[in-house]
């Protein structure tokens, strides 16, 4: 039986006491993986490469904050519980025979099984997300070479991490299904050859889910609930409240005895800022602020304000997580506070290593039965993708296989599949790709295009052209011109394009579980400087469409930072600079709508056509697409209402003051 766990829109974890669980949790939950299909498992051996001290730091830092956590927990009279899991993961661990299991940051060897950047004789290729821009910042891509940091045990660990104490197993799947052969109608490689061949029954996909988001855990645990409920001692957490030994009675009594005493007093805080932050008294205090935060007005201390909890709590946070103060609090403000802390502990995860098959190559049943037979254990990603596979464990290096080689697959990260879903590129047409390199939208669009027409892979830093021409070719995408200007020339240099992309340079602040340095690394300029550059791109994009085109006349815009100022508020400029264009809706089928105010500044209503992507629902990185249609010139005057006139009157004038701070 297959049990499948997906995080869900909105989720919120259930804490009834304490943090959702911590990264030693998640660990242990890797133990439990199987392999989901083959014969060829390799337990619960995690991939990654050796290319990965950063990783490692991160790692280590963690292991510290664990141990030190576990060490307050037992002072704090917590730790027969918490140590009741470190014990029978330790004894799962010694029975699958993982004498690594406590080696969390330092796993070089076990990590062979993916993308090993050291070994790989694909080297430069891999080169995104390490790369520097010319302030020496990194420049984020979500696409190969950056997955080379990631583990396939993780969807087990992002199950444990919002699968908290007492939580129902409302979101597992227990029937399987094969994968609706439709599906792979719809692929590039003939079908007739594959009925013939009569394949299909050779490989069957399993239960493909149908909400079509990459998958939360390896699905393939055998416990039952009742298992799971036994091993985690999480019985108790299902009782009625109140009742003797409940969590629920736990908490309230930790609640009542701390009301008065969470937030430090001045001579505290005085005191404290001389000496070194404390770790664990930062998490314990983030779990008792929530508490207060969910009812102020009973928990709160007399004479302390909700903003005086929220600021303690995103010190906390900055403290505990490592951040700086500034982005915690840029981060915290676009979630509830339940949902932020959940937010946080998803990016101390790495997600899931996805692959995309090449279609101009393979079809994905031929190389996922390639793949199985080398030893990798895989399944699609979802419904909403037919290209994609999810990658749980391997026995070979999966970015050395012969189908790697071959240019039979890409390592992608699965949220960067959906700015080409959205383009949706039709065979024909002169496409834009603006910053390109290393490649994997270019190869995708190329694919999607079959090969036809033409598509321009531009990337303003030479250095990483490399990478793109390299993965041009392995992918045999023989539709592609590379070229490297900086974008905003465009369309000085080239336009008229029946579609643009711009995948724009951002912060990265999506995709800081493959890249921790953004924890302390961005800081209030980068918010000015960058959304100043995207503003600036993206109505070079929208300029270098052909409003006249006959089959396209779109302009995708993403990113892989979570915030506003790079999202939403880039659009909103573009929308007030460029009349003749409009948000449309995305066609993608999952995601949660860009936000149509933020902060008391309000944006244009149709934002909320704009996707957005978060680490913490959809186990995917945090991602933001929008797409637009320039309009002909009678369209655009046929929009224009009297209402929409005087908009754009007051939106004139908010331009001329935004112009002022630019
Ligand atoms: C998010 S990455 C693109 C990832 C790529 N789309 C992919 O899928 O592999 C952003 C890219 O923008 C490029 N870039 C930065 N500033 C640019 C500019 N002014 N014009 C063109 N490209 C730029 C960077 O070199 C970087 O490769």
Same mark, same amino acid.
């Given at each position: 039986?297959?049990?499948e766990?997906?995080?869900?829109?909105?989720?919120?974890?259930?804490?009834?006491?304490?943090?959702?669980?911590?990264?030693?949790?998640?660990?242990?939950?890797?133990?439990?993986?199987?392999?989901?299909?083959?014969?060829?498992?390799?337990?619960?051996?995690?991939?990654?490469?050796?290319?990965?001290?950063?990783?490692?730091?991160?790692?280590?830092?963690?292991?510290?904050?664990?141990?030190?956590?576990?060490?307050?927990?037992?002072?704090?009279?917590?730790?027969?519980?918490?140590?009741f899991?470190?014990?029978?993961?330790?004894?799962?661990?010694?029975a699958?025979?993982?004498?690594?299991?406590?080696?969390?940051?330092?796993?070089?060897?076990?990590?062979?099984?993916?993308?090993?950047?050291?070994?790989?004789?694909?080297?430069?290729?891999?080169?995104?997300g #390490?790369?520097e821009?010319?302030?020496g910042k990194?420049?984020?891509?979500?696409?190969?070479?950056?997955?080379?940091?990631?583990?396939?045990?993780?969807?087990?660990?992002?199950?444990?991490?919002?699968?908290?104490?007492?939580?129902?197993?409302?979101?597992?799947?227990?029937?399987?299904?094969?994968?609706?052969?439709?599906?792979?109608?719809e692929?590039?490689?003939?079908?007739?050859?594959?009925?013939?061949?009569?394949?299909?029954?050779?490989f069957?996909?399993?239960?493909?889910?149908?909400?079509?988001?990459?998958?939360?855990s390896d699905?393939?645990?055998?416990?039952?609930d009742?298992?799971?409920?036994? #091993?985690?001692?999480l019985?108790?957490?299902?009782?009625?409240?109140g009742?003797?030994?409940?969590?629920?009675?736990d908490?309230?009594?930790?609640?009542?005895?701390k009301?008065?005493?969470?937030?430090?007093?001045?001579?505290?805080?005085?005191?404290?800022?001389?000496?070194?932050?404390?770790?664990?008294?930062?998490?314990?205090?983030?779990?008792?602020?929530?508490?207060?935060?969910?009812?102020?007005?009973?928990?709160?201390?007399?004479?302390r304000?909700?903003?005086?909890?929220?600021?303690?709590?995103?010190?906390?946070?900055?403290?505990?997580?490592?951040?700086?103060?500034?982005?915690?609090?840029?981060l915290?403000?676009?979630?509830?506070?339940?949902?932020?802390?959940?937010?946080?502990?998803?990016?101390?995860?790495?997600?899931?290593?996805?692959?995309?098959?090449?279609?101009?190559?393979?079809? +994905?049943?031929?190389?996922?039965?390639?793949?199985?037979?080398?030893?990798?254990?895989?399944?699609?990603?979802?419904?909403?993708?037919?290209?994609?596979?999810?990658?749980?464990?391997?026995?070979?290096?999966?970015?050395?296989?012969?189908?790697y080689?071959?240019?039979?697959?890409?390592?992608?990260?699965?949220?960067?599949?959906?700015?080409?879903?959205?383009l949706?590129?039709?065979?024909?047409?002169?496409?834009?790709?603006?910053?390109?390199?290393?490649?994997?939208?270019?190869?995708?669009?190329?694919?999607?295009?079959?090969?036809?027409?033409?598509?321009?892979?531009?990337?303003?830093?030479?250095?990483?052209?490399?990478?793109?021409?390299?993965?041009i070719?392995?992918?045999?995408?023989?539709?592609?011109?590379?070229?490297?200007?900086?974008?905003?020339?465009?369309?000085?240099?080239?336009g008229?394009?029946?579609?643009?992309?711009?995948?724009a340079?951002?912060?990265?602040?999506g995709?800081?579980?493959k890249?921790?340095?953004?924890?302390?690394?961005?800081?209030?300029?980068?918010?000015?400087?960058?959304?100043?550059?995207q503003?600036k791109?993206?109505?070079?994009a929208?300029?270098?469409?052909?409003?006249?085109?006959?089959?396209?006349?779109y302009?995708?815009?993403?990113?892989?930072?979570?915030?506003?100022?790079?999202?939403?508020?880039?659009?909103?400029?573009?929308?007030?600079?460029?009349?003749?264009?409009?948000?449309?809706?995305?066609?993608?089928?999952?995601?949660v709508?860009?936000?149509?105010?933020?902060?008391?500044?309000?944006?244009?209503?149709?934002l909320?056509?704009? +996707?957005?992507?978060?680490?913490?629902?959809?186990?995917?990185?945090g991602?933001?697409?929008?797409?637009?249609?320039?309009?002909?010139?009678?369209?655009?005057k046929?929009?224009?209402?009297g209402e929409?006139?005087?908009?754009?009157?007051?939106?004139?004038?908010?331009?001329?003051?935004?112009?002022?701070?630019?």
């Amino acid at each position: 039986m297959v049990r499948e766990a997906r995080p869900k829109v909105g989720r919120k974890a259930r804490t009834k006491q304490g943090l959702v669980p911590t990264l030693t949790e998640f660990q242990a939950g890797m133990l439990e993986h199987k392999p989901y299909r083959g014969s060829h498992g390799a337990g619960a051996k995690r991939n990654g490469t050796n290319d990965r001290n950063g990783e490692r730091k991160r790692k280590r830092a963690d292991g510290d904050r664990e141990s030190k956590y576990l060490n307050s927990k037992k002072t704090a009279g917590k730790a027969e519980k918490v140590d009741f899991v470190e014990r029978s993961s330790v004894k799962k661990a010694k029975a699958a025979g993982d004498d690594d299991f406590y080696d969390f940051g330092d796993d070089d060897e076990q990590n062979g099984a993916a993308s090993d950047s050291d070994s790989s004789p694909v080297d430069d290729v891999y080169d995104s997300g #390490e790369d520097e821009d010319e302030e020496g910042k990194p420049i984020f891509s979500d696409d190969e070479g950056d997955t080379d940091l990631l583990e396939s045990a993780n969807m087990q660990g992002l199950k444990k991490a919002f699968k908290t104490v007492g939580e129902k197993d409302d979101d597992k799947e227990e029937d399987e299904e094969e994968v609706d052969d439709d599906e792979e109608e719809e692929e590039e490689v003939d079908d007739d050859e594959e009925e013939e061949d009569g394949e299909e029954d050779e490989f069957e996909f399993e239960d493909n889910d149908s909400d079509g988001l990459v998958e939360g855990s390896d699905g393939a645990s055998d416990l039952n609930d009742s298992d799971v409920a036994d #091993e985690f001692d999480l019985e108790d957490d299902d009782d009625e409240e109140g009742e003797p030994g409940s969590d629920e009675e736990d908490v309230e009594i930790n609640v009542d005895s701390k009301t008065t005493s969470i937030l430090p007093s001045g001579q505290e805080l005085e005191a404290s800022s001389s000496i070194a932050p404390d770790i664990h008294l930062s998490r314990t205090r983030i779990q008792e602020i929530l508490n207060v935060l969910d009812d102020f007005k009973k928990l709160a201390e007399a004479g302390r304000s909700r903003s005086e909890y929220v600021t303690q709590l995103i010190a906390d946070i900055a403290n505990y997580y490592g951040y700086t103060e500034f982005l915690a609090g840029k981060l915290f403000e676009l979630f509830s506070p339940r949902e932020a802390l959940e937010f946080f502990e998803a990016n101390e995860v790495p997600r899931p290593i996805t692959i995309r098959t090449n279609t101009l190559k393979t079809r +994905r049943r031929n190389l996922a039965q390639a793949l199985v037979n080398r030893g990798v254990n895989l399944k699609p990603i979802g419904n909403w993708t037919k290209v994609g596979l999810q990658i749980f464990d391997s026995q070979v290096p999966i970015g050395a296989t012969p189908e790697y080689l071959a240019g039979h697959y890409i390592i992608q990260a699965a949220s960067s599949f959906l700015p080409c879903i959205a383009l949706a590129p039709q065979e024909g047409e002169r496409v834009l790709d603006m910053a390109a390199a290393p490649g994997g939208k270019t190869t995708y669009l190329s694919a999607l295009m079959k090969n036809t027409g033409c598509v321009f892979a531009n990337d303003a830093n030479k250095a990483r052209t490399k990478s793109l021409i390299a993965n041009i070719h392995r992918l045999g995408c023989t539709n592609t011109v590379v070229c490297h200007y900086d974008a905003q020339e465009f369309p000085r240099v080239i336009g008229g394009f029946d579609r643009v992309l711009l995948d724009a340079p951002c912060s990265g602040t999506g995709v800081i579980a493959k890249d921790a340095s953004v924890k302390t690394s961005r800081n209030e300029k980068d918010f000015i400087d960058l959304p100043f550059l995207q503003k600036k791109l993206l109505l070079a994009a929208i300029d270098s469409v052909d409003a006249n085109s006959k089959t396209g006349g779109y302009i995708v815009y993403s990113t892989c930072s979570v915030t506003v100022d790079e999202n939403e508020a880039v659009v909103d400029y573009a929308l007030r600079k460029r009349p003749d264009v409009k948000l449309v809706d995305t066609g993608l089928v999952f995601g949660v709508p860009g936000f149509t105010s933020f902060r008391g500044k309000e944006f244009n209503q149709k934002l909320n056509l704009t +996707r957005r992507y978060y680490p913490h629902t959809y186990n995917v990185d945090g991602f933001f697409v929008a797409k637009f249609k320039k309009m002909k010139k009678k369209e655009v005057k046929k929009e224009e209402t009297g209402e929409d006139k005087k908009k754009q009157k007051k939106k004139e004038t908010e331009d001329e003051e935004e112009e002022l701070t630019l």
